[in-house]
């Protein structure tokens, strides 16, 4: 928690329709040295509510960070990065793809969007958690993560 002063927990809004994915996303969170409060959506529509607090999110925080999926229901990741990063209140927020595609136009584009990194799931378990740790460590531990507003 040493690189994130004034902050007692880091917000997480998990964008991901896999049940399987989602649980070892929350296992790997569960482990952290700063509290993260998970919050998860399994559509881009439901992400979108979230963000922007309608219906049964009106009272939501906004995120320190989300980590996003691609390929969804009812509104693909890059629809959501797209709206996110024209969003006055929420373009700051950092966006971690984090899917099973390793399409090169897919990777392009969330760049394009102003992703703030893409990680391909490994199909590996074991890769698969090591990815996670990764990822806790980074962004929870060493990135500065912009001041909630």
């Keep these: 928690m040493s690189t994130q002063p004034g902050r007692s927990s880091v917000v997480v809004l ?5 049940p399987a994915d989602v649980q070892l996303v929350r296992e790997a969170l569960q482990e952290s ?3 993260v409060h998970l919050h998860v959506v399994d559509d881009g529509v439901e992400a979108l509510a979230y963000l922007r ?10 995120p320190d ?4 999926d691609l390929k969804m229901p009812r509104k693909s990741g890059l629809e959501v990065l797209t709206e996110i990063k024209a969003g006055e209140m929420l373009r700051r927020i ?3 793809i984090l899917t099973t595609s390793d399409d090169p136009e897919d990777v392009l584009r969330a760049y394009d969007l102003q992703a703030s990194a893409y990680i391909t799931k490994p199909s590996d378990l074991d890769e698969f958690e090591r990815v996670m740790s990764t990822i806790k460590d980074f962004c929870l531990t060493v990135v500065k993560l912009p001041p909630r507003e």
């Design 14 to 18: 998990l964008v991901e329709d896999d």
């Design 33 to 35: 040295r700063v509290p």
């Design 53 to 62: 607090g309608q219906g049964v999110y009106a009272d939501a925080l906004l």
């Design 65 to 68: 960070l989300i980590l996003l």
């Design 94 to 96: 950092p966006v971690i």
